[in-house]
């Protein structure tokens, strides 16, 4: 096998494997990475998919106080009261989100919960481990220089948003099919964050995730633009308005995937290739899923085997069952590199 030592920023799905394999080496983690690309969200599911509570702490609003606790006297000796937040039993993650932003004190504070599992009388119980936070320095963020001996405590890990990583989120989340449809058309504004540029607002998982929930709301037309241009950007909010009437020129879905063999595709549209197959998943079901396929297989003949891939994965995510089926199995078969 060969190995890319060039290559150390990692998608979403990446980064939970490493964060896996190092809460099964029981290591400190830390993952950095630009604002809303989804890094506590990326805590959050391995927490659930091993079944741990999750305890999230923002270190930027701590006080070093706030983690020895306060004193108290016992037969004239001084002890110190350790915080209701901090776990006495049980098995979980401690989530110290935007550590490096953390006032020094309170970085201090916390080298012997990280390495040694102790703050003063309090010693962490077995079975809870640490995994922390914090964004680029060079994102402009709030962010203070990680002292070394802290940072020599954690395992390091770069996170980079990802456009298939965050569709097969989407999808499951129900998000907008139009904004999925969009992100996977210009794939270069899952996340397009310059902070050199003043902008207050900037396109990223989470603020996609934000017009997604806005549309859901509705948006009345006299404040569309300001409206989505708050949430990803002028750039971004221009586009995307700009895409969002091809919805309105799509075939019925309904009749589409009754006849698959035989509806119009047109050739030099790749903005309406990707809106059907971002739309075809939120119809498949165990009844139609061949003919789901078929589309598929049209759209990756008519444009590119990436469009087939959406149209399947859409569909997969909505109802993981689907891929016990004979028709994806046969369609993983012949895309699997593409798909994983």
């Known amino acids: ?155 390091h890990y770069e996170m980079v948003a990802d456009v298939n990583d965050w569709t097969a989120w989407a999808a499951s989340a129900g998000l907008d099919k139009r904004v999925i449809a969009f992100v996977n058309w210009r794939p270069e504004l899952i996340h397009k964050f310059d ?36 949430t990803v950007g002028k750039e971004a909010a221009s586009e995307f308005i700009g895409f969002m009437p091809i919805f309105d020129r799509l075939p019925d879905i309904r009749k589409v995937l009754t006849d698959p063999d035989n509806f119009d595709i047109p050739a030099n549209a790749a903005e309406i290739g990707y809106a059907i197959a971002a739309n075809i998943g939120s119809f498949a079901d165990a009844s139609n899923i061949d003919n789901v396929v078929k589309v598929a297989d049209r759209l990756g003949d008519t444009y590119s085997d990436e469009f087939a891939v959406l149209a399947v994965r859409m569909a997969t995510n909505k109802d993981k069952r689907l891929l016990e089926t004979s028709a994806v199995t046969e369609f993983l078969a012949n895309n699997a590199s593409l798909m994983f």
């Open 195 to 230: 902070p050199r540029s003043g902008s207050k607002a900037f396109a990223s998982p989470r603020s996609w995730e934000m017009v997604s929930k806005k549309l859901g709301a509705g948006i009345p037309d006299a404040i569309l633009t300001p409206a989505i241009a708050g």
């Open 1 to 155: 096998m060969n190995y890319d030592i060039s290559r150390t920023a990692m998608k979403p799905s990446h980064i939970e494997m490493a964060v896996n394999m190092e809460l099964d080496a029981d290591n400190p983690t830390f993952i950095w990475g630009s604002p809303g690309i989804g890094k506590s969200a990326v805590v959050k599911a391995v927490a659930e998919s091993r079944f741990l509570d999750l305890i999230d702490l923002r270190a930027l609003l701590l006080d070093p106080v706030d983690l020895r606790g306060i004193p108290s006297t016992d037969d004239g000796v001084t002890r110190w009261l350790p915080p209701a937040f901090l776990p006495r039993d049980g098995e979980g993650v401690i989530f110290l989100d935007e550590l490096n932003a953390a006032p020094p004190m309170v970085a201090a504070a916390l080298y012997g919960l990280v390495l040694d599992r102790e703050l003063g009388e309090y010693r962490l119980p077995d079975g809870w481990s640490i995994i922390a936070a914090g964004n680029n320095e060079t994102d402009m963020a709030v962010t203070n220089r990680m002292p070394t001996p802290l940072a020599n405590r954690f395992a």
